[in-house]
């Protein structure tokens, strides 16, 4: 499953988010840009997705298109897991729902934790940190679940208040969480993220497999 965890999101516990055609799917377009096929190197698998859209993002190790679709944009990154971490609830963290949406996305719009629209917080819990002024600071959160497994996600600081362990606090608190249900948390970030993927070692994630993060138009 940690090998595809798109499709095994959107063929098990997130298929309520799915829009899928035979061997292929992706998420709704106001939830998230990804789609997965149920084996890359399938040609029907892509031709089904072709069914779908003519725009995808793509997870998981290297994959090589069928003909006709140009690949865009192909960012490396690592897949980390936390199979022997502990979380710690955070008393300070503060759920995150559709209401705060909107200020969600502007902190997104200044850390650039990577995609995030205005219908991914239903994809699982999200926790934030709020400034004496009851400004959003820091956010983390919830993306793809599968049997077993959930991803934290949406890792992020506004730039004027990193150093400070914001983000350390929130994904333990988010793995507390996934872990309080009888699941392992997971996430991703960008291979060249040093300071990030340090991070999150020292937190009790291990490296589990290189992955890259790909669109693809036709």
């Not at 917080?121 to 940190?129: E, K, M, Q």
């Not at 600081?157 to 872990?179: E, F, H, M, N, S």
Request: negative net charge.
């Amino acid at each position: 499953m940690l090998n595809n965890p798109v499709w095994a999101a959107l063929s098990g516990p997130q298929a309520c988010f799915a829009e899928a055609a035979g061997n292929a799917a992706r998420y709704l377009p106001d939830i998230a840009p990804f789609a997965a096929l149920s084996d890359p190197a399938d040609p029907s698998a892509w031709r089904d997705l072709a069914g779908l859209t003519d725009y995808a993002v793509l997870t998981g190790p290297s994959i090589t298109p069928l003909a006709g679709w140009r690949v865009g944009t192909v960012t490396p990154g690592v897949q980390m897991i936390g199979q022997s971490m502990s979380g710690v609830e955070d008393p300070g963290a503060v759920p995150l729902t559709e209401k705060d949406v909107p200020e969600m996305l502007e902190l997104v719009a200044r850390a650039q934790p990577g995609p995030f629209l205005k219908r991914t917080v239903d994809l699982g819990r999200y926790l934030g940190i709020r400034d004496d002024e009851g400004r959003l600071v820091a956010m983390a959160g919830e993306r793809f679940r599968m049997p077993g497994w959930t991803e934290v996600s949406a890792v992020c600081t506004d730039p004027a208040w990193r150093g400070k362990g914001l983000g350390a606090r929130l994904t333990l608190a988010v793995a507390a969480g996934i872990l309080a249900r009888g699941e392992l948390p997971f996430l991703h970030a960008v291979q060249d993220n040093t300071d990030a993927i340090r991070l999150y070692g020292r937190l009790g994630f291990t490296h589990n497999a290189d992955v890259i993060f790909a669109s693809y138009r036709i």
